[in-house]
């Protein structure tokens, strides 16, 4: 009722502008006048309200520390993550290549026990053998972490695949194609690792 009186007083008024948000100030003060009047009735004792306010102002002092203990747990327990993390990655990428080494140990155990054996017999047939063995050995290893050989002889000269360091004569072949691979390059599941070294026809 009080609200409504201050509205009809304005309008009354003929207040604008500046003088219409006084009234709303007034109707807005008023508002809260009878919240709290509501929540303190208004038969108590001033020490009762003085009291009462206090409780509040307490209460509310206890749940703004609660927020900022919250607060200050969520942001500890964020910086622990951050550093756990941090010192996972730079693990990960300190011992990126166990798993290779790894896997390449029982090889050079191989070549170790290839060139003992060759150094106290003369079997070249068997030393040649073995190699071969070691070879196919580590090229199953390295196929299995995804690494395996650009196609390069007889195909047309790719720049993203091959690196041409000679160009010959031949008449055999059409132009522009590798006649003879010099290094092999090699994929790293789709990546190029290195490309083939090559001549090229003319």
Do not use: C
């Amino acid at each position: 009722m009080v609200a409504k009186r201050a509205e009809t007083s304005a309008e009354e008024a003929g207040w604008g502008g500046s003088g219409a948000e006084h009234a709303e100030h007034e109707v807005d003060d008023v508002l809260d006048e009878q919240r709290l009047e509501e929540e303190i009735p208004g038969e108590a004792s001033l020490e009762e309200k003085v009291l009462t306010l206090e409780a509040k102002l307490n209460e509310s002092e206890n749940q703004a520390k609660a927020h900022y203990d919250h607060l200050q747990r969520l942001q500890a327990e964020f910086d622990n993550y951050r550093k756990r993390t941090q010192k996972e990655k730079e693990e990960t990428v300190k011992y990126a290549a166990e798993r290779l080494i790894e896997a390449l140990l029982p090889i050079l155990d191989n070549f170790e026990r290839a060139m003992t054996a060759s150094q106290s017999h003369q079997d070249s047939a068997g030393f040649v053998q073995g190699m071969e063995l070691i070879l196919r050995q580590m090229q199953n290893v390295l196929t299995k972490e995804g690494l395996t050989a650009i196609e390069a002889l007889g195909q047309p000269f790719d720049p993203n695949l091959h690196e041409a360091v000679l160009q010959v004569e031949a008449e055999e072949h059409p132009e522009n194609t590798v006649v003879e691979e010099l290094q092999k390059g090699y994929y790293l599941k789709e990546k190029v690792l290195r490309p083939s070294m090559v001549k090229v026809s003319r």
